[in-house]
């Protein structure tokens, strides 16, 4: 599908160099395409979902960057991969920022009018704000948000968000390309998904991932200010699959004992 002249905002890879396919970039700069533009094949390619940038480029050799894409521009079917005849180097954005951006993304694209309690339809959100309350959701291109204490988000669909800023509570993503977050105190984060990034931000929170995923943890002191965060996929730095991480003092990586 082509369209023209129409502005968006998308996530690119590069090399460490800022190349792609030999051609060399610059941040700040734009470029234009001269002849024809299709997804796949010909003009500067992006994604508007900044997690199906990794399908592209590993996190662990590559930059990556806010772009804006415009003139003619073409689709890709399979994933957002979009290709422009124009492109500009807005600004370099790192793992965490790109899963803070993914998250916007798929809430961007939900119905929050039609929340409910647990939600099967894609585009859907399921939202809980109780204690020990949980907040379920099965549909693609999905949230699933929690604020109470004790309680849990899960989502099993692709391209899909779990959530949760309760104390002690769990967030829990199976869908691939996805991302779980918490930010609670006490906290677990689960992703099983291929390319998907579990992400825990409280005081002593944990992180785990299958392979092909990613973690993100912070050590916090005790009066919970943020002293180290951390990224890695899983197969770097030592990180295991199906393995729980946090980060010790020293802003170490260290496995974390099941219950």
């Known amino acids: ?85 124009k492109i500009t180097i807005e600004t370099e954005i790192n793992l965490p920022e790109m899963v803070k951006k993914a998250v916007e993304w798929i809430k961007g ?35 699933a948000t929690n ?16 959530t949760n800023t309760g104390y002690q509570s769990v967030a829990t993503n199976t869908g691939d390309l996805s991302a779980a977050t918490n930010t609670g105190d006490l906290s677990a984060v689960e992703v099983s998904g291929k390319q998907s990034i579990a992400v825990a931000l409280g005081w002593q929170s944990k992180a785990k991932a299958s392979i ?7 050590y916090r002191n005790h009066e919970g200010e943020l002293i180290h965060i951390k990224a890695s996929k899983v197969g770097e730095n030592n990180i295991k699959a199906d393995t729980w991480y946090t980060l010790d003092e020293i802003g170490k990586f260290v496995e974390v004992k099941d219950d």
Request: overall charge negative; charged content about 25%.
């Open 109 to 143: 694209k939900v119905d929050w009018d039609a929340a409910e309690k647990s939600n099967t339809g894609n585009g859907s959100v399921a939202t809980n704000t109780g204690y020990q309350s949980v907040a379920t959701n099965t549909g693609d291109l999905s949230v």
């Open 1 to 85: 599908m082509t369209e023209e002249n129409k502005e968006i905002i998308a996530y690119k890879g590069f090399n460490q160099d800022w190349t792609c396919r030999g051609y060399q970039y610059e941040i700040g700069k734009t470029y234009e395409h001269k002849g024809d533009v299709k997804a796949c094949k010909s003009g500067f390619h992006a994604c508007e979902y900044p997690l199906d940038v990794l399908s592209y480029y590993s996190p662990a050799v590559s930059k990556f960057a806010v772009v804006k894409m415009s003139g003619e521009t073409s689709k890709d079917s399979d994933d957002t991969k979009i290709a422009s005849a």
């Open 212 to 218: 092909d995923g990613a973690i993100v943890c912070v």
């Open 147 to 162: 604020t109470g204490d004790l309680s849990a988000a899960t989502n099993t669909g692709d391209r899909s968000v779990a």
